[in-house]
């Protein structure tokens, strides 16, 4: 773990709220969530905020990004992305 974890990246202050820090939306409770809708296949990984408690600014990571790409086995979800195949350079 290096220090610049801990760094806030706009202003440079090593003042990271530690602790574990959430985000949801206000309406129905869900947790912020990466989607790519790239061929209708939608990749849901949930963010992780850092917040700076010097100026405030928050940072987002997404937790497992390998999680984001799009593999053989993602099948597309509503209809209008059917007739399009999952083409080599998505990978
Ligand atoms: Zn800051």
Redesign the pocket.
């Given at each position: 773990m290096s220090s610049a974890q801990y760094a806030?990246?706009?202003?440079?202050?090593q003042?990271i709220v530690q602790g574990e820090i959430g985000l949801r939306t206000s309406r129905d409770l869900e947790l912020i969530m990466v989607v790519r809708k790239d061929h209708g296949v939608e990749k849901k990984v949930p963010l992780q905020p850092r917040v700076?408690?010097?100026?405030?600014?928050v940072d987002l990571f997404v937790q497992s990004p390998e999680h984001l790409k799009i593999v053989a086995t993602d099948k597309p979800v509503g209809s209008n992305s059917k007739d399009r195949p999952i083409l080599e350079y998505d990978f």
């Open positions: 806030c990246s706009k202003c440079g202050e003042a700076c408690g010097k100026c405030g600014f």
